[in-house]
């Protein structure tokens, strides 16, 4: 383990693939999809408890508003990072993501369902401008954290982190809450197709081995690199068991952050 974790850690660290403007894009969809989704649900949703460990609906729409609240302004950015690093330093642990997203949910404990959902709808716009106005030089640098993904700890750019992974977050979580209630998730090849194709290129070139993929769904779409595995599944699935939410066998078994 400890020799997996060095040399991937001493690797070039991990940049977004997405042209920052279709970044963009993405985002603003995806959190027009969260409120939709959120207004959908009734009273007795709220407490579903979700594929997330110790997190009901509730809970993850918790962590949801705090991310886009972190990236609403520069300054509460850093004040969120900052709070996640003092509770790592007391608790002894290393500073991860999952330590931010778990304060996310601390601070919005409070709030009400109608609460949360204003928030979002307040907080959205500032959030999708926030990444925009991010600059290059800061989209490049890399983040002085590492993150453990699939066993391994890596290194990524802060671009990596605002362009790709702060748009599949809410999309996860969203799976999650509708996996959890029961309503049927809102899927388009332009907006949810886009993602999961983002996801398999990624995929392939963590796992490096020739294969042949058919996605199932309005997500879905066939890529391959020659022989090699075939696999055939719904998009949302794999997506789902790329993150850890599902058995994995053969090349699923490479993970890929959410």
């Known amino acids: 383990m400890s020799a997996e974790v060095v ?4 690797a070039a660290p991990r940049v ?9 894009h993405l985002a603003a969809t995806e959190f027009a999809r969260g409120a939709e989704l959120l207004d959908r649900l009734e009273p007795r949703h709220w407490s579903a408890q979700t594929a997330n460990t110790d997190w ?8 949801m508003v705090g991310m886009i609240e972190m990236m609403s302004s520069l300054r509460k950015l850093i004040r969120q990072q900052m709070t996640a690093q003092r509770a790592a330093r007391r608790s002894g642990a290393p500073v991860s993501i999952d330590e931010l997203t778990a304060l996310q949910v601390r601070l919005n404990a ?7 959902i204003a928030k979002w709808r307040a907080l959205a716009p500032k959030a999708v401008r926030g990444r925009r106005r991010m600059p290059a ?4 640098r890399t983040m002085p954290e590492l993150q453990l993904v699939g066993g391994r700890l890596e290194a990524w750019t802060f ?13 996860m979580h969203r799976l999650d809450i509708n996996e959890a209630t029961g309503l049927p998730p ?20 963590r796992h490096g081995k020739p294969y042949s993929l058919e996605l199932t769904g309005p997500a879905g779409g066939v890529w391959g690199t020659g022989d090699g595995e075939r696999i055939r ?26």
């Open 7 to 10: 040399n991937r850690s001493q």
């Open 16 to 24: 977004s693939s997405l042209d920052h403007r279709a970044a963009e």
């Open 56 to 63: 009901d609906v509730r809970a993850t729409a918790g962590h």
């Open 110 to 116: 409070t709030l009400t369902p109608a609460d949360l």
């Open 137 to 140: 030089f800061l989209r490049n």
């Open 159 to 171: 671009g990596y982190l605002f362009d790709v992974i702060l748009t599949r977050d809410p999309f």
């Open 186 to 205: 809102h899927v388009t090849p332009e907006h949810e197709g886009r993602i999961v194709d983002n996801v398999v290129r990624e995929w392939a070139d």
């Open 233 to 258: 599944l719904d998009a949302l699935d794999f997506c789902r068991i790329l993150s850890g939410r599902g058995p994995a066998t053969g090349l699923l078994t490479t993970a890929v952050p959410f």
